[in-house]
């Protein structure tokens, strides 16, 4: 069997047993055929399995896709102009929008997406998969592919900012998910196709703990042929044979090859074609962060998502680490069919996506939004995005591990997640629309009851040795919540704003700000809307010395902390007041654009602070009693999905969490030791049946309350842990409510006693 024939077998076999069969027929019939460790070492699979997700794996390679399309643009451009990012080379050489590809237009993307391409066919079914990567790039030699594709912790990227790559491993991630890999390469300018195939070998257990991955060569050398008569232009083909992919069945979907690129690749610096064989439609990948930004290619549905708020990119500094972008979306309110809105973008339990150069490196948990931000109503249409590119490389270094697949936990990671919290609660709009929500699904509630249960609320706490300090009175209307003239209800959307007409010089910018003084409380932050008829080069907020709009504040009692870019001539400014400001101290915020040659423009608003809200109490010797309620909550109905509850009714019992100064217990009422205890009581006497439900919902908000208490104020680092073990306190609670309320109902019954709470 010549290697020109090995190669074209390979490349026809439909099935991973064809490939497997050719392969074994080379190497049979091929002199000096062998097997070789990868990377050179005999114990390879430490840095090959790190990735513990094939789909993952899968995006690694096509970044290395990416990498070799700007290595080839690097040539012909003679590396001028000299490119820092990934994305600054997509940009410059290829023309992509530094906005990003939502600004491209839909020929566009495509165009580019030809460049790297994904083909998903049947193989042997979901386990065994044909998948391949091909790009259109630099290409590689026989010679430089031991010491590149095949190579692992080669530095032959490490000084080349203008690719993603670093650690010269990731690709060789995908090796763990296949049987077999083919990799075959024509070098741009070559007419020889150098080609290899991948896989795992075991050796004697008893002499080796492990096996090892293997790639084949001739007499030291990767096999070689013309390629004369192959259909093989210049670049990559990494084809794999029997790669599994059961986690990703589905044809559309957060369960699809589709859902899983555009959510890791959420930013992408090159879009790619995917060519899914298995369903048969073809469709290009460009991020979820360009479908949310708008961008529609075919095979969409609709004219992109509908939204309800949307924050464009914020820059704010992390000290010494540099500075982060921040930008989020709300989608809009959906239908009841549709639940989790956020899945057709990214995970909903895990919203808050950490990318460096458009590649997800981790995802932060959506307890970050309906715990810590107190936005449980948001917590399936929120989607907030975290751009690490402009912290410093040490604090890459220090955020972000190898596989990409999560971030370390640490000082970092700690500071970005407490920026996260304090700037989704400065957000007035998420405040608003989160009231507005829990008011369309509260549940009608008799205000008796709930002033009642808060008073037995009250007495239990005292008798567990707390001093109860009530909060100032607040009248308590139908479903717990506060007074109609204080609940916030749907308003129409406001209409989209009237475009401005950017002129050359520019001719003004204003504050847009409805009274004269813009007040804060300490630490409070605000977002101030500026508007100008300046073109978008006048301000860069990842660069604030050479940016031509300048922020200034007077007084020392107010901070300016970001802003996001200047669009369509507007943008958003975040202040924050400081915390030793002094109520009634007063000052200046003043905003001023430069022109070359011309005067400077500007507008100033006065700051004042003012008294803030009454504090949280901190003694842990007392507990303010909040406002109260207590929804109960069905298996299938829409709060069970809203609140990310698992499906299987014996993994959660309720939950407690704090909504704009209200504690909010919901309980479940498919929990099995309430809902047999329950069931039993309502056979005998429905009366007694709700008594016991109303005394078990008490219980479960007093332990909600003390649990709270004891939680530290600061923001978690690994939430799924938190989040794991207050399930499981929860469902320990739930259970010895379910058993001792039922005891004192039926004792109550029996003995005619009340079950009032009398205090020692």
């Given at each position: ?7 074209m ?47 993952r ?17 690097h040539?012909?451009?003679g ?21 990003g ?6 020929g ?67 090796y ?94 090159l ?92 995802e932060?948990s ?35 591990v ?117 007040p ?47 669009r ?23 905003v ?20 803030a ?25 829409e ?10 009714v ?111």
């Amino acid at each position: 069997m010549t290697n020109h024939e090995f190669l074209m077998s390979l490349l026809t076999a439909s099935t991973l047993g064809e490939a497997l069969a050719a392969v074994d027929d080379y190497c049979e019939l091929t002199a000096g055929a062998e097997y070789v460790p990868v990377g050179g070492l005999e114990n390879n699979r430490g840095p090959m399995e790190v990735s513990t997700d094939p789909g993952r794996a899968l995006v690694e390679r096509i970044t290395n896709g990416f990498d070799a399309v700007l290595e080839l643009q690097h040539r012909i451009h003679g590396g001028k102009p000299d490119c820092r990012t990934p994305r600054e080379a997509a940009s410059a050489w290829l023309g992509v929008p530094t906005d990003g590809l939502s600004k491209a237009t839909t020929g566009q993307r495509q165009e580019l997406a030809s460049l790297v391409t994904v083909t998903l066919q049947d193989g042997d079914g979901k386990n065994a998969r044909i998948l391949d990567v091909r790009d259109f790039g630099m290409g590689l030699t026989g010679e430089e592919m031991p010491t590149t594709i095949l190579s692992l912790n080669a530095s032959n990227k490490m000084t080349k900012h203008y690719l993603a790559g670093a650690y010269g491993q990731g690709g060789s991630s995908t090796y763990i998910a296949s049987a077999l890999t083919l990799i075959a390469s024509r070098a741009q300018g070559s007419d020889t196709i150098s080609f290899t195939v991948v896989r795992y070998q075991d050796l004697p257990p008893d002499t080796y703990k492990t096996g090892h991955y293997v790639y084949l060569v001739v007499v030291d050398k990767v096999p070689t042929t013309l390629a004369q008569g192959i259909d093989f232009l210049g670049g990559t083909l990494v084809r794999h044979f029997g790669y599994q992919l059961s986690s990703y069945t589905s044809p559309l979907g957060p369960s699809s090859v589709y859902g899983l690129l555009n959510q890791t690749l959420f930013d992408p610096v090159l879009p790619i074609w995917l060519n899914n064989k298995v369903h048969g439609w073809r469709r290009v990948i460009k991020g979820s962060r360009n479908a949310l930004n708008g961008a529609v290619d075919d095979g969409d549905d609709g004219k992109g998502p509908s939204l309800s708020h949307h924050i464009p990119m914020l820059y704010i500094p992390m000290d010494d680490f540099g500075q982060i972008g921040v930008e989020y979306w709300l989608l809009a309110q959906p239908e009841r069919a549709n639940k989790r809105p956020t899945q057709a973008f990214v995970n909903p339990a895990r919203p808050i996506l950490l990318t460096l150069n458009g590649q997800a490196q981790a995802e932060l948990s959506s307890a970050l939004i309906r715990k810590d931000a107190e936005l449980p109503y948001l917590n399936y249409r929120l989607i907030v995005h975290v751009d690490c590119n402009t912290l410093t490389p040490a604090a890459l270094r220090q955020l972000f591990v190898s596989n990409r697949e999560a971030a370390r936990s640490g000082a970092l990671l700690q500071m970005i997640q407490t920026e996260l919290v304090r700037l989704l609660r400065s957000d007035d709009e998420l405040v608003r629309l989160n009231s507005e929500a829990r008011s369309a699904t509260m549940k009608e509630r008799d205000e008796a009851a709930i002033l009642d249960a808060r008073k037995q609320v009250a007495k239990l706490l005292h008798l567990q040795g707390f001093d109860v300090a009530d909060t100032p009175a607040a009248a308590i209307g139908k479903g717990g919540k506060e007074d109609t003239d204080k609940v916030i209800h749907p308003r129409t959307p406001p209409a989209p704003p009237q475009p401005i007409e950017l002129h050359e010089p520019p001719t003004y910018i204003k504050i847009v700000w409805p009274k004269e003084t813009i007040p804060f409380y300490a630490e409070q932050r605000r977002y101030v809307r500026i508007e100008t008829d300046a073109a978008s080069k006048y301000h860069d907020p990842t660069d604030r010395q050479h940016s031509r709009i300048n922020f200034i504040v007077s007084n020392g009692i107010v901070d300016f902390r970001a802003s996001t870019p200047l669009r369509g001539g507007r943008l958003r400014a975040l202040f924050e007041c400081l915390p030793s400001a002094k109520v009634a101290s007063k000052g200046r915020i003043r905003v001023e654009l430069s022109i070359p040659g011309q005067p400077v423009l500007s507008d100033e608003r006065e700051s004042e602070i003012i008294e803030a809200p009454s504090p949280k109490e901190k003694d842990k010797a007392a507990i303010r009693l909040p406002q109260i309620d207590y929804q109960p909550v069905a298996y299938g109905e829409e709060a069970w999905e809203t609140l990310g509850w698992p499906d299987d009714v014996n993994e959660v019992a309720c939950s407690g969490e704090n909504d704009q100064g209200m504690h909010r217990v919901h309980y479940s009422t498919d929990f099995p030791p309430f809902k047999q205890r329950f069931e039993k009581l309502e056979k005998r006497n429905p009366q007694l049946a709700k008594t016991f439900e109303n005394r078990y919902a008490i219980y479960l908000v007093v332990h909600s309350l003390l649990y709270q208490e004891q939680q530290d104020d600061q923001v978690e680092v690994d939430d799924e842990v938190r989040e794991k073990f207050e399930r499981q306190e929860r469902i320990r609670a739930a259970t010895l409510a379910a058993i001792w309320t039922e005891r004192e109902t039926r004792y109550a019954e029996a003995s005619g006693a009340s079950l009032e709470i009398e205090e020692a």
